[in-house]
């Protein structure tokens, strides 16, 4: 994802006459803001699928870099559209969410909480033991059958 994201801009350097650095460097940025929000996303929805425990100091990670990603995504769209009057409040903005970022970790990572222990699939055919046994039978009627001679 993020090197078709270098591609385009490269082939829009090379490209495009009115290539335009300013612009393109904001447009660079955003697409990236977007390329991490999107794993963000991905992580997010894969622990809540495969239902992996979080623990206080991780959730206050991925909420402040979610903020942060959240916030620079939305200024640099409305900073695209609005154009360079938007330039002091993206400014304002961008050093908000940055600074929510920070005291959302500093809250979240202030003391060490370890991650709550990880709950054991229930097991309903009765063990290791019992695959072990099932799985010594079949190998012993394996042996069995490659002890006879072949047939003719």
């Known amino acids: 994802m993020f090197g078709v994201i270098f591609l385009l801009v490269a082939a829009h350097a090379l490209l495009l006459p009115n290539?335009?650095?300013?612009?393109?460097?904001?447009?660079?940025?955003?697409?990236?803001?977007?390329?991490?929000?999107?794993v963000l996303m991905t992580i997010i929805f894969l622990t809540g699928y495969y239902r992996v425990e979080m623990g206080k100091n991780i959730r206050g990670m991925i909420l402040g870099f979610?903020?942060?990603?959240?916030?620079?995504?939305?200024?640099?769209?409305?900073?695209?559209?609005?154009?360079?009057?938007f330039d002091t409040a993206w400014q304002i903005i961008q050093s908000s969410a940055y600074f929510a970022a920070l005291a959302i970790w500093a809250f979240a990572l202030w003391?060490?909480?370890?991650?709550?222990?990880s709950k054991p699939p229930s097991d309903p055919g009765g063990g290791y033991q019992t695959l072990a046994d099932q799985t010594q039978q079949v190998l012993e009627s394996i042996d069995e059958h490659l002890e006879r001679p072949v047939p003719r």
């Open 19 to 38: 290539w335009n650095v300013a612009k393109d460097t904001a447009d660079l940025e955003r697409d990236l803001r977007v390329a991490q929000a999107l």
């Open 111 to 117: 003391s060490y909480e370890p991650e709550p222990p």
């Open 66 to 85: 979610g903020v942060y990603v959240g916030a620079s995504v939305l200024s640099l769209t409305a900073r695209l559209f609005i154009g360079p009057r």
